[in-house]
């Protein structure tokens, strides 16, 4: 397995978010990203996960809640790539894959668009 320290994945998502268009970031509301080393133990595959409500799934009942919440795994993206290259590449469809949860496109649709 091809060995990036946390730190350094960090650093690779925080640039894949800095790739996403200002214009997406802007409209980004009330969610946090974390990047963790590894998911839950029954789904040990994962990449990445949201946790929250979609914008498209908002109305006024939505106030004083926690964060949505994405998460990017380090032990799974490693594992699943030979090269760095390979990891910025994941890292980057994985963070653009949640985000596009964020806001509610689904992962049929996210397949489609070449992010499944």
């Given amino acids: 397995m091809l060995e990036i ?3 350094q994945f960090e650093e690779l998502v925080g640039e894949a978010l800095d790739r996403i268009p200002p214009e997406l970031t802007r409209l980004m509301d009330n969610v946090a990203i974390f990047v963790e080393d590894d998911p839950d133990p029954s789904d040990p595959d994962l990449l ?15 106030a004083g809640v926690l964060p949505d919440r994405i998460t990017i795994y ?4 490693l594992r699943v790539c030979e090269t760095l290259e390979d990891v910025v590449a994941e890292t980057e469809v994985t963070v653009v894959h ?14 489609e668009l070449g992010y499944g």
């Fill in 74 to 77: 380090r032990n799974p993206t």
């Fill in 48 to 62: 990445g996960l949201y946790e929250g409500t979609p914008l498209t799934e908002r109305g006024e009942w939505y």
């Fill in 98 to 111: 949640e985000i596009a949860h964020h806001f509610g496109i689904d992962d049929a649709r996210l397949h």
């Fill in 5 to 7: 320290s946390r730190e």
